[in-house]
């Protein structure tokens, strides 16, 4: 079979090379150009036949993008509603200890601000300072699943607290 083939494309190619050739040398012949114009042309045509073909790839792309960009700022926004609008106190504790988030209604409790707690590790300022031992333990061995706590305004005032910790993937 590739006897065949080579026997039928041959011809062909040896015949396109010499109508190419000929070609070439009839257009030289009647319009003379030098190679900086030839080789700006070529180029130019390579550019617009990428172009159509890159183009509609980039736009698609671009849009694949958008649509990505909105849909995860519509994601973020209903995620922070969620965590700013719940009938109670709601914190959220990074994977290094560090509180990373807190809603106006834990802010209305304890009377610290965001500046105050943002950011800080255990044993945190609203833990009861005759308790923060105890506190610490149970934190650290991960043992405080649904419990009742003491907590403490930052005015000093203790107050009860019925407290639930989930984990929240990523």
């Known amino acids: 079979i590739r006897a065949r083939l080579l026997r039928s ?69 209903f995620n922070r509603s969620l965590l700013d609008n719940p009938p109670h106190p709601i914190m959220v504790i990074n994977h290094d200890d560090s509180i990373v988030y807190f809603n106006s209604d834990f802010s209305k409790v304890t009377g610290f601000t965001p500046g105050e707690i943002i950011g800080s590790k255990p044993p945190f300022a609203y833990w009861p300072k005759d308790r923060r031992e105890n506190y610490s333990l149970d934190y650290k061995n991960q043992d405080i699943s649904a419990c009742e706590r003491f907590f403490q305004k930052k005015n000093g005032e203790t107050f009860w607290v019925d407290l639930t910790v989930n984990a929240v993937s990523e």
């Open 9 to 77: 494309f041959l011809p062909l190619a040896v015949g396109a090379v010499l109508v190419e050739s000929l070609a070439l040398q009839t257009l030289d012949s009647l319009y003379p150009v030098n190679e900086a114009l030839t080789i700006s042309i070529i180029a130019l045509v390579l550019a617009a036949l990428i172009g159509t073909i890159v183009y509609p790839i980039a736009e698609g792309i671009s849009l694949k993008l958008e649509k990505a960009q909105f849909d995860l700022q519509q994601t973020n926004e």
